[in-house]
C-alpha cells in the first residue's frame, strides 16, 4: 500500500510564495507520475501539475509561469508556487500513479489572501 503525506500550506498573501512537498511510503515503483491536484470550495478536483520520473512536466494553463513541479526521487514531489492569486486558494492534493494504480493523498490547505 503506497500513503501520501502533503505539507506546506498555509495562509500567504496575495504575490507571495509557498512550496508543497509530498512525500510517499510503501511500495514505490521507479516508473511512476506524480502530481498535484486542487479542489476549490465548490469546484471540482482539477490537475495542477505532474511530472513523471523522467521529469517530463505537465502544468494547467492557470499556472504555467508562476508555478514549479519538480522531484529529487521517486517517492517524492514539489510544487513551488509563486505569485499567488486569491483563484489559487484551494486544498492541494498529491497523486501518485504507478502500473495502473492511483494514490491520493489526504491534501493540505492553501490560503490566498487578497
Known amino acids: 500500500q503506497v500513503q501520501l503525506v502533503e505539507s506546506g500550506g498555509g495562509l500567504v498573501q496575495a504575490g507571495g510564495s509557498l512550496r508543497l512537498s509530498c512525500a510517499a511510503s510503501?511500495?514505490?515503483?521507479?516508473?511512476?507520475?506524480m502530481g498535484w491536484y486542487r479542489q476549490a470550495p465548490g469546484k471540482e478536483r482539477e490537475l495542477v501539475a505532474t511530472?513523471?520520473?523522467?521529469?517530463?512536466a505537465t502544468y494547467a494553463d492557470s499556472v504555467k509561469g508562476r508555478f514549479t513541479i519538480s522531484r529529487d526521487n521517486a517517492a517524492s514531489v514539489y510544487l513551488q508556487m509563486s505569485r499567488l492569486k486569491a483563484e489559487d486558494t484551494a486544498v492541494y492534493y498529491c497523486n501518485l500513479v504507478t502500473r495502473g494504480l492511483n494514490y491520493w493523498g489526504k491534501g493540505t490547505l492553501v490560503t490566498v489572501s487578497s
Open positions: 510503501g511500495i514505490i515503483f521507479s516508473l511512476n507520475t
Open positions: 511530472t513523471t520520473n523522467s521529469g517530463a
